[in-house]
């Protein structure tokens, strides 16, 4: 099956900021909160974002919308948790991808149980 690129949405898929501030606190927060929530089947990290080859300061937009649509297919609800934890993920990538879908990510901090069961619960999983 396949969809048509305008057909595509994100409506159903709430996406998340998450920061962090290295590469252990990314691995750390994946396996302490995320593969331990046991909601892995509308769940989608974004360890590392999607760039293009050529220019790793360039988002890939197209592997991006197709990581997270995974989540939202048939109208199902998920969650995208975008990794980030330097200032080329933050500024040079997560807001350009923001301003190419004309979306705000909601940023989480996942060192609460409270907040990742908050953010759960808002993209209807818990």
Request: some cysteine; overall charge neutral.
């Amino acid at each position: 099956m396949f969809v048509k690129k305008e057909k595509l949405s994100l409506e159903a898929v709430k996406q998340y900021k998450v920061n962090r501030p290295d590469e252990l606190a990314k691995i750390l927060v994946t396996k302490d909160k995320i593969l331990e929530s046991g909601e892995k089947v509308n769940l989608v990290v974004n360890y590392d974002l999607p760039v293009k080859y050529e220019s790793p300061s360039e988002p890939d937009y197209e592997v991006y919308l197709h990581r997270i649509g995974r989540v939202g297919r048939f109208g199902r609800k998920g969650a995208v948790f975008n990794l980030l934890c330097s200032s080329r993920d933050i500024i040079m990538v997560m807001e350009k991808i923001e301003n190419h879908f004309g979306t705000q990510v909601a940023e989480v901090n996942l060192q609460s149980d409270k907040a990742f069961e908050e953010a759960l619960a808002a993209a209807g999983l818990a």
